[in-house]
């Protein structure tokens, strides 16, 4: 085969091995694999979860595949609704460089492939890290701001490559029939912020994950793709998406210096981009004991993209409410809580509440704040000020969610859904997923009780 970045990539995906996996590598994945479930368990509760799950259970008849947290469906089945549970209440990881949700797309198909073919943890982990790596190398190799400035949404134009890699992976291909798996993968790439405020923009990580699925294993049977779908002069994805790209960016220091460390995980369940603001109201209410009542007005600083996203938006719907920064600040600060329950209706309804986000909270572009990151001030009735700039948010690689702080949010998520012993048992699994003979073993340790 000709050495072009597809080549190479797929290369390196046929060629990677559990024990080439650098021990904070390992432990990063599994890191990620828990906060995975515990986004999709806390996903169940998600407006749209159920008419996905009626299109899940529509694709197919055969019964081989697991529901997190609910019940079996066929691959196809199983792997879509899982990307969209993991995706629907907006508290799975991001990788800012790119706005790409990687999870949705990387493990629903590679829990999938690996309960159907009883794969051990090890190649779980192998397969997991393929996908996230892949992911976001093809991400970084779009060239974003360009990519981004023609309307395209990360997560259903990349999300397939990394999806394809860990089905690849589990299924053993090689390098030849890697490569037609990321050229079917690009084949399927799709989706544009023109969605963006509707469900639709998280259906794309749940189509995403079934692009990855149909990729692999139809090119398993020898079907034959380009020989180079990312860097192809006429139609390849960093043409075609973007102005030619970076190439280099997916092979440069490939399985030396590993991209999926820069992939940030969340605490809360609200938009990616105003994380940086929920650490910062909460690291004030913490300091200064901060009560509505003693509150006289706040103002939040955003970057001018983080502005345009979330900055004017309404809050009349959960989904809205999770992307609105002036209803999110006034509800963290009536609450002192952020997670599922402050985004239904009697919370975002509430007309105190209401009045607070419009009157007392300011949200502005700060020329001074770029990114993701916020400014935030709290004046008090007594005239006192107090302050937080910062830029990343609890949960970025600057400042990771540690391993006990995941479990957490698994509990908080299946709390009322999952039995305790069966929660204490998905983290005893998956700390030690390394030492798993068959992956089934956690499998059903994830269904729905009952």
Request: glycine content about 10%; hydrophobic content about 40%; proline content about 5%.
């Amino acid at each position: 085969m000709m050495s072009t970045p597809t080549h190479e990539l797929a290369r390196f995906v046929a060629g990677l091995r559990y024990e080439a996996l650098p021990e904070r590598v390992r432990e990063r994945v599994k890191d990620i694999i828990l906060d995975t479930l515990a986004s999709a368990i806390a996903g169940r509760q998600g407006d749209e979860s159920k008419q996905i799950g009626a299109l899940a259970a529509a694709l197919g008849s055969s019964r081989e595949a697991s529901v997190i947290g609910g019940e079996q469906l066929s691959l196809a089945g199983a792997t879509l609704l899982n990307g969209y549970l993991i995706t629907a209440v907006t508290v799975c990881d991001v990788h800012r460089p790119t706005l790409c949700h990687t999870t949705p797309q990387v493990v629903p198909p590679a829990l999938a492939i690996a309960e159907r073919n009883g794969a051990s943890g090890r190649d779980l982990i192998a397969a997991v890290a393929a996908g996230l790596e892949t992911t976001v190398r093809v991400g970084l190799g779009t060239k974003y701001p360009t990519f981004r400035a023609k309307g395209w949404h990360s997560p259903g134009v990349i999300g397939p490559f990394g999806g394809a890699a860990a089905a690849g992976k589990l299924l053993g291909l090689d390098g030849e029939r890697q490569r037609n798996a990321f050229g079917l993968a690009g084949s399927q790439s799709a989706g544009t912020f023109a969605h963006w405020g509707t469900p639709t923009i998280k259906f794309h990580q749940s189509r995403g994950a079934l692009s990855g699925l149909l990729a692999a294993p139809l090119a398993e049977t020898g079907f034959l793709s380009s020989m180079e779908i990312l860097n192809h002069k006429d139609g390849g994805l960093f043409n075609a998406y973007s102005d030619g790209g970076n190439p280099e960016a997916v092979t440069t220091e490939l399985g030396e210096r590993w991209e999926l460390e820069t992939i940030a995980l969340r605490l809360w369940p609200a938009a990616s981009s105003i994380q940086t603001v929920i650490t910062g109201l909460f690291h004030l209410m913490q300091e200064h004991n901060l009560e509505p009542k003693r509150i006289a007005s706040v103002r939040v600083g955003l970057s001018k993209t983080v502005y345009d996203m979330h900055g004017t938006l309404a809050w009349n719907d959960k989904f809205k409410a999770l992307l609105s920064t002036a209803y999110v600040t006034a509800i963290v600060l009536h609450d002192g809580r952020c997670w599922l329950e402050q985004f239904e209706p009697r919370r975002f309804q509430d007309p105190v509440v209401g009045a607070f986000a419009r009157e007392k909270v300011k949200v502005e572009i700060d020329p001074k704040v770029e990114g993701t990151g916020a400014a935030v001030e709290i004046r008090t009735t007594d005239g006192a000020a107090h302050s937080d700039r910062r830029a990343a948010p609890k949960g970025d690689p600057s400042d990771p969610l540690t391993r006990a702080e995941i479990e957490d949010k698994l509990r908080t998520a299946a709390a009322g859904f999952l039995p305790d012993d069966s929660v204490a048992r998905i983290i005893t699994l998956v700390s030690s997923l390394e030492r798993l003979g068959n992956v089934r073993e956690l499998i059903a340790a994830l269904r729905a009780p009952g």
